[in-house]
Every structure is written in C-alpha cells, then in structure tokens.
T-cell receptor
Framework: GAVVSQHPSRVICKSGTSVKIECRSLDFQATTMFWYRQFPKQSLMLMATSNEGSKATYEQGVEKDKFLINHASLTLSTLTVTSAHPEDSSFYIC??????????????FGPGTRLTVL | AQSVTQLGSHVSVSEGALVLLRCNYSSSVPPYLFWYVQYPNQGLQLLLKYTSAATLVKGINGFEAEFKKSETSFHLTKPSAHMSDAAEYFCAVSGTYDMRFGAGTRLTVKP
C-alpha cells in the first residue's frame, strides 16, 4: 500500500513552454502533498506543501508564479512549470502524506520526474 | 525547527564490510526519524523509520538504526555490505508540517 505515482517520468521541452507534472496517490487519500526539487548530487529541497482544496504554501525563495501547484482532489496534485527555462531543469519529486496506518507525517514518495529544458 | 545532519558526504566500504552512515538530529519535540535510499534517477525508498516505539529499528535489506537520545543520533548500519547497496542515503526528520532531509551520503561498495 501507500503507492505514489508521477507522470511523466521524463520530459524534455523547449525554453518558454510550460510543463505539467502529475502526482497521484494510488491507494490512499492524501491529506497533504509535497513537491521537492533535487539538483544533481544534492539533497531534496522542499518547494511547496499543498492540501486538497487549498492554496499551496511555498517555501521561501520559490516563485509561486513560476511553479503552479494545484491540489484539486485527495489523490491528485499537479505541478506546472510555467515558461520553463534551462535553469528549471531538475529532478522533481512529489510525496504524499495521510495514508491510513502511517506514522505521524510520514510521507510516501513518487518516483520522480526528470525535466530537461532546452 | 527540526533538522538533521549527515556526517560524511561519501562513504566507501568493501563488499562484506560493515556499513555505518551517520545522522544527528536537532528537534525541540520528540522526533520521527527516517532513512531513505535513492538509486540514480529514482525516487526515495523508505529503509526504516523511528516513531518512538523502539530505539533499535530494523528495516529492509538488512539495515538497522538505533535512536540514541543522549547523543541525538540515528545512525544507519548494515553488518555486511553488498554491491547492490551502492546508492545515495538520506536521513530525514518529520516535523509538525513537513520533513527535512540531510544532505545525503553516497555509499560506494568496492568489490
């Protein structure tokens, strides 16, 4: 149980275009979803936290107009990178919390999405 | 605020040798601690977690970790390294609202 999927796993786009990444909790309803960004050989950096039906809470330094997060249901959150530029190239990982029987605030992670902006 | 510090960005061991990856935490409340493993271009896989039930926690793939409050540590160990253990390992502490990760330790296993 507690499986999280992400789609797509890999995306290449041209500079200036927008890219949407989906994060789904497959077998549980996620009260909270998180979006992380990971640069090569670095740790995960929390970008934002979202609760279903509410506006996302962005970490300091993360541009909310650049990284649009929508959490329309208890099983789906989307991250849209708007007007992507090469510096947005990164590995994006989502996670979800709220699985039945899980520990306090335990997060379950998706497999990640590799974004390359040309 | 809660945080974790992983000592050693890179650890190299021989196959069959003991694996010890160090993690120290800082928390104003009783912490929930986690160890994750990440293989290249993949997400995080939970190895084990501490949620105050027992100080010695056993996880998957032969890993275990011991919570030591007096030392504010949660080091990850495995008695005998296998080539397939080569990966990036992250220690994390769960707070009221979010999870904070250490910088990661890259484990290399030499044949």
């Amino acid at each position: 149980g507690a499986v999280v999927s992400q789609h797509p796993s890999r995306v290449i786009c041209k500079s200036g275009t927008s890219v949407k990444i989906e994060c789904r909790s497959l077998d549980f309803q996620a009260t909270t979803m998180f979006w992380y960004r990971q640069f090569p050989k670095q740790s995960l950096m929390l970008m934002a936290t979202s609760n279903e039906g509410s506006k996302a809470t962005y970490e300091q330094g993360v541009e909310k107009d650049k990284f649009l997060i929508n959490h329309a249901s208890l099983t789906l959150s989307t991250l849209t990178v708007t007007s992507a530029h090469p510096e947005d190239s990164s590995f994006y990982i989502c996670s979800a919390a709220g699985a039945s029987g899980s520990s306090y605030n335990e997060q379950f992670f998706g497999p990640g999405t590799r974004l390359t902006v040309l | 605020a809660q945080s974790v510090t992983q000592l050693g960005s890179h650890v190299s061991v021989s196959e069959g040798a003991l694996v010890l990856l160090r993690c120290n935490y800082s928390s104003s409340v009783p912490p929930y601690l986690f160890w994750y493993v990440q293989y290249p271009n993949q997400g995080l896989q939970l190895l084990l977690k501490y949620t105050s039930a027992a100080t010695l926690v056993k996880g998957i793939n032969g890993f275990e970790a011991e919570f030591k409050k007096s030392e504010t540590s949660f080091h990850l160990t495995k008695p005998s390294a296998h080539m397939s253990d080569a990966a990036e390992y992250f220690c994390a502490v769960s707070g009221t609202y979010d999870m904070r990760f250490g910088a990661g330790t890259r484990l290399t296993v030499k044949p």
